[in-house]
């Protein structure tokens, strides 16, 4: 499994399905801390890898690309998938075969809470200096800090236009 926990699965239901829908089995194995999807696959992280598995399902996720440490959130975008471990953002271009050529975008101290992106810039949390960064996609050596000293900055998102981030009161 990916982190030890045990087995999970993911399941999918149709957003027109009648509620409460009847979910569907992607597949059924390793547990997943986070899961990204597009137009042909389910992309999941945990522990040491980024996985994959196909939208209509399968009997086994296929490695995509393995790693030291934890994963803790993924997104796709286009054909650039995207993950945080517990000192970096990483990033990989997806190509017709679904191979993943990992790079690392930033090294990060204190570890990324969530990740947004507008397709040009990765967004992250950092958690341990209550702060909202970003760097481009193709990489940096220094992130852009947009917003400091916020309390237990969490959930993110963007339009391109802003960034929306958690706050703990």
């Known amino acids: 499994n ?6 999970g699965s993911i399941g999918s239901c149709t957003t027109t399905s009648p509620a409460p829908c009847v979910p569907r089995s992607i597949f059924v194995g390793p547990y997943a801390e986070d ?5 042909a696959s389910v992309y ?7 996985r994959t598995c196909g939208r209509s399902g399968c009997a086994m996720t296929q ?6 440490g934890y994963s803790w959130h993924v997104l796709v975008v286009g054909s650039t998938l995207v993950w ?6 990483m990033a990989c271009d997806l190509d017709a075969t679904g191979a993943c050529a990992a790079r690392t975008v930033v090294e990060i101290v204190g570890g990324a809470g969530d990740l947004a992106t507008d397709g040009a810039f990765v967004y ?3 958690w341990s200096a209550g702060a909202v960064r970003r760097c481009p996609l193709g990489g940096c050596a220094s992130p ?9 900055a969490s959930a ?5 236009r802003e960034v929306f981030f958690g706050v703990v009161p």
């Not at 899961?35 to 137009?39: E, L």
């Not at 999941?44 to 980024?50: C, D, H, K, W």
């Not at 852009?144 to 237990?152: E, R």
């Open 144 to 152: 852009t800090t947009l917003v400091s000293g916020i309390l237990g």
């Open 35 to 39: 899961i990204a999807v597009d137009a």
């Open 84 to 89: 945080s471990l517990d000192a970096s953002i």
């Open 124 to 126: 992250w949390t950092d």
């Open 44 to 50: 999941l992280v945990g522990t040491e890898s980024v």
């Open 63 to 68: 490695t995509l690309v393995t790693h030291a």
């Open 156 to 160: 993110l998102a963007t339009d391109g």
């Open 2 to 7: 990916l982190d030890g926990r045990g087995g």
